[in-house]
């Protein structure tokens, strides 16, 4: 094994989203920080969106799914007992390289469920609470929006004006309007005007494959440079192994493997933001004979609980050319009507909408050949063109985020036999989609082809019921109670007083909306805490 002698104040395990907030913060406050990241640089030229044959390169070698993509950095993972695959990305940015940068923040209800609905828990913090980190980050990431949606509190204007309300958007709008249904120009962390680091959006409408323009807001743009600025040091191709202890239990670094060579990185302070997989399968292989079922995990709670929110889509043909793939690939509009607890309904929370860009014609076939009522039409032939003719251009979709309540039942675990290229276990995904999911989610997309009749479609369907999203939520659970919760309100470990937790793994509930705006949020208060408390905190001997 090669020793590094330089000690870190701070290691962060994860270059991605969370671990680019964090390290920004961190070394602005002055800390010695190493970033550890099993992935690389993007190359911008590299991503797919703006060559001729982008859907096709975004089908494998840019999937998001990593037993797909297969790249060298990559570690498998064993979903073959779990209802959806799982979504990640690792890269300097991490996932935030492909996500479509839809910015919303949790509403205050998803906070209190236990309080207001009697299911799950409520979190150890709040709306409020959390606020002030919201609307910075809105700053730091180049967030284009409009204030004042009345689903929220009162709050600060996000630092960039939104986008225009596309032919789509207005279109709809003028639908929900005439029903009565909440809607507001969508939040997008991709800038309508330079901004920082950032370019102006182009408006590709192929974000969710990286961006070309380098505009959308990816940390490997608005904040590692920052970071390295300050003295920041990113090891990339670096995959952790394990998180060490020293004789008092606390974490004292991190071993790690680089071209197949064991090497160890010292440090006061261990920061992990490996994401909601890959976080608690750490904390799983940092077994030792102090922590015989997994670091920080004596509530047994590591790895259980896992929420992947289903997604679910619904698309219509319009007479009009409605110019549909036109970015940002986030949101457009999005309403939130149906999103709090009616228990008349048969479940109990609810789901977010987002009216988004309809993408190419590989896209458009799938959602023919693959969509509720329209698969077992005739499509192929002289159909084929006809349908394309109908659709490319002519098409609104919306995309349902269903609240994914916590279940013990689903959870990570390390897989016995299947490992990545340096021996280490694969994460194995037990997930079972639970019958108030499916409630909630038929209910939504049916409502959701009310809106598309009232906005004019000849033809509405569900063209997706339960797909994969990529939030990967709730495997560390935050709480107050080191019996029932992995880390405490600041993220961090019951267990181990210098080990934090700063990804989606301690979402308490997944909440109904994108998560990326509450995971920066937390990682920045986390941060925040760790750098006002610093003199006070305990640290590795």
Known sequence: MVARTDVADVLIVGGGTSGG?????????????????????????????????????????????????????????????SDLPVIMYNAVGGTSVLFAACWTRALPSDFRVKTLDGVADDWPISYEELLPF???????????????????????APPLPPFPIH???????????????????????????????????????????????????????????????????????ARVSQITVDEKGRANGATYFQNGVEHFQP???????????????????????RFQNGLANSSGLVG?????????????????????????????????????TDKSRGFVRGCKWILMCTGGPQ???????????????????????RKMQDSIGHMMEWQIINEDLPEETNYVSLDPTLTDSDGLPAPKIHYRTSE?????????????LESLREAGAKKA???????????????????????TSVVNRWGQAHDVPNLYLIDGSVFTTSTGVNPTATICALAKRTATYIADNARQLEVAS
């Open 267 to 289: 440090a006061k302070m261990v920061i992990v933001g490996a994401n909601g997989i890959g976080t608690p399968r750490l904390l799983l292989m940092s077994a030792s004979e």
């Open 21 to 81: 907030v964090a390290a920004r913060h961190l070394a602005e406050a002055g800390f010695k920080v190493v970033v550890l990241e099993q992935g690389h640089w993007p190359n911008e030229s590299d991503f797919p969106g703006n060559k001729p044959e982008y859907e096709l390169l975004a089908a494998k070698q840019w999937s998001p799914n990593p037993n797909l993509r297969g790249k060298p950095e990559d570690y498998p993972v064993n979903d073959s007992e």
């Open 134 to 156: 919201y609307e910075i980050n809105d700053r730091d990431m180049g967030v284009s929006g409009l204030v004042g949606n009345p689903a929220y509190p009162p709050g600060a």
């Open 363 to 385: 896209q458009m076939v799938e959602r023919w050949d693959k969509g509720e009522g329209t698969r077992d039409e005739p499509f192929w032939g002289t159909e084929f063109t």
């Open 167 to 237: 032919k789509t958007g207005r279109r709809m709008a003028e639908a929900l309007n005439r029903l009565g249904w909440h809607w507001w120009p969508g939040d997008n962390a991709t800038p309508s005007m330079d901004y920082g680091h950032q370019k102006q959006c182009l408006r590709y409408g192929i974000c969710r494959m990286g961006c070309p323009a380098g505009a959308k807001a990816s940390t490997y743009i608005t904040h590692f440079p920052l970071a390295l600025n300050r003295g920041t040091q990113i090891i990339t191709g």
């Open 461 to 483: 369907w569900i063209t997706r019921r339960r797909v994969s999203s990529g939030h990967n939520l709730g495997t560390c659970k935050m709480g107050n109670d080191p019996e």
């Open 304 to 340: 259980k609980r896992l929420m992947l929110h289903p997604h679910g889509s619904s698309a219509g043909i319009f007479d009009d050319d409605l110019e549909d793939w036109v970015g940002p690939a986030g949101e457009q509009l999005v309403s939130l009507q149906f999103y709090e």
């Open 436 to 448: 108030n999911t499916r409630l909630m989610l038929d209910f939504h997309l049916q409502r959701s």
